[in-house]
């Protein structure tokens, strides 16, 4: 690619993956914690070809995060959680029949 087609560098806030990752000492216990309760989105694109010719191309999209994060509603007691979904299930059963 020539220089002048690059796509455009993305910017970065300064110290961006300091503030995700935490301090160099950290070990992988505490990064992968700091990666789950702030959350990280990982995009890309994958393509396949044959004779410099791309066959397939897919744009990959992926959202690492704690559940509680996605779902904040949610009760913090499993037993709890579990009963609440479960009659969601079952109202929405009785809506449809």
């Known amino acids: 690619m020539s220089p002048d087609r690059r796509p455009p560098a993305r910017?970065?806030?300064?110290?961006?993956?300091?503030?995700?990752?935490?301090?160099?000492?950290?070990?992988?216990?505490?990064?992968?914690?700091?990666?789950?309760?702030?959350?990280?989105m990982l995009t890309g694109d994958v393509s396949i070809g044959l004779?410099?010719?791309?066959?397939?191309y897919a744009r990959v999209?992926?959202?690492?995060?704690?559940a509680d994060l996605v779902l904040p509603g949610e009760s913090h007691d499993l037993i709890v959680r579990h009963a609440e979904r479960l009659e969601a299930r079952?109202?929405?059963?009785?809506?449809?029949a």
Request: glycine letters at 6%; a positive charge; charged letters at 30%.
């Open 11 to 40: 910017r970065q806030a300064p110290g961006a993956a300091q503030r995700i990752l935490g301090p160099k000492d950290a070990t992988l216990l505490d990064i992968v914690d700091n990666v789950l309760s702030k959350g990280v």
């Open 51 to 56: 004779a410099n010719v791309d066959l397939v």
């Open 61 to 66: 999209s992926l959202l690492l995060c704690a």
């Open 90 to 96: 079952r109202r929405a059963r009785r809506r449809r």
